[in-house]
């Protein structure tokens, strides 16, 4: 069972004394992606274990919070991966299925290390991702963002170069492979 918080400021000073990034779930009992998440997807043992070990989950009423208006939900599910300051990192709508949601989940880890200028740990979080969901539908970016994450570590453009090999090898048809065409140039 994952141990929601329902107030943003424990689970902001819950991530801050963790080290923990914040899930943010935006919800409406009557939205049926929200039941099927609810459903399906937080109950699985993987998904379930994986916020609860790696993050500080939040449930929030959308409409009914001010949340929702500080965040800008206009549809449910939404979710939105958090620092512990509170700033925005990742955001998704509608309903992840189980077999998604721990790369997602990963994805945001990831680009919160990324903004953060942690690109060592913004690479391990990509990897993790990479290895343990390679078909997933977060693996492009993580793919794409690894290789940002290396180039700025390196600064060697044959990183960016291998980064487009891959992509056009694995995904060639995913958008990040044209947003990384420009690094075939390199």
């Not at 077999?99 to 990897?127: C, P, R, S, Y």
């Amino acid at each position: 069972m994952i141990p929601w918080e329902s107030e943003m400021s424990k689970a902001l000073a819950r991530g801050k004394a963790e080290q923990k990034c914040i899930l943010l779930d935006f919800f409406s009992p009557e939205c049926i992606g929200c039941q099927q998440m609810e459903e399906a997807s937080f109950p699985n043992q993987s998904v379930a274990n994986f916020i609860t070990d790696r993050m500080v989950p939040i449930h929030a009423a959308a409409g009914t919070s001010t949340l929702s208006a500080d965040f800008n939900v206009v549809w449910t599910p939404t979710l939105v991966v958090l620092d512990f300051y509170g700033r925005e990192h990742q955001r998704t709508v509608g309903f992840l299925p189980p077999d998604e949601m721990v790369a997602w989940l990963l994805l945001g880890i990831g680009k919160t290390a990324l903004d953060k200028g942690q690109h060592n740990e913004a690479v391990l979080q990509f990897n993790t991702l990479m290895n343990g969901y390679p078909t997933s539908a977060a693996a492009p970016e993580a793919i794409y963002l690894r290789g940002v994450s290396r180039f700025k570590t390196s600064q060697t453009a044959a990183t960016l170069k291998e980064t487009y090999q891959q992509l056009k090898n694995d995904f060639p048809h995913s958008e990040w492979t044209k947003r990384a065409e420009p690094f075939a140039l390199l």
